[in-house]
């Protein structure tokens, strides 16, 4: 898995870097077919914004999300992410489950 963490209009701090990569071993605790991590953090005036691209085998997700408060805007968007990869496993899951239900009839 390569996890690239970027900036604009900030220095990614070490501390900054350090809750990013605890936040997202939730996520990766959930999908092992990570392929890509790509977070982008700004700031323009008074909003925070946090962006993430998730590259997994098969499909592509992008979230994002914006609050007066950077780590409160990271803890948003993995919990938007780790909804998203939860569905996307979920589905998986189903069409594989239906394959095999639909060959056994």
């Known amino acids: 898995m390569n996890l690239q963490i970027s ?3 900030l220095d990614i ?4 870097r350090d809750y990013v990569t605890g936040k997202l071993e939730r996520i990766t605790r ?9 977070v982008i953090l700004s700031v ?3 909003k925070q914004k ?3 691209t998730v590259h997994l085998s098969g499909k592509d997700i992008y979230v994002e999300s914006i609050d007066e ?5 990271i803890d948003i ?3 938007k992410l780790d909804r998203q ?6 589905k998986l899951k189903d069409h594989h489950r239906g394959k095999r239900a639909g060959h056994e009839a």
Request: aromatic share 6%.
């Open 30 to 38: 959930h999908s092992d077919h990570l392929i890509d991590i790509n």
């Open 7 to 9: 900036g604009h209009h």
């Open 50 to 52: 946090a962006e993430i």
């Open 85 to 90: 990869v939860q569905k996307y496993k979920q």
């Open 44 to 46: 323009d005036k008074l």
């Open 69 to 73: 408060d950077l780590y409160a805007a």
């Open 77 to 79: 968007l993995i919990d």
């Open 13 to 16: 701090t070490p501390a900054i």
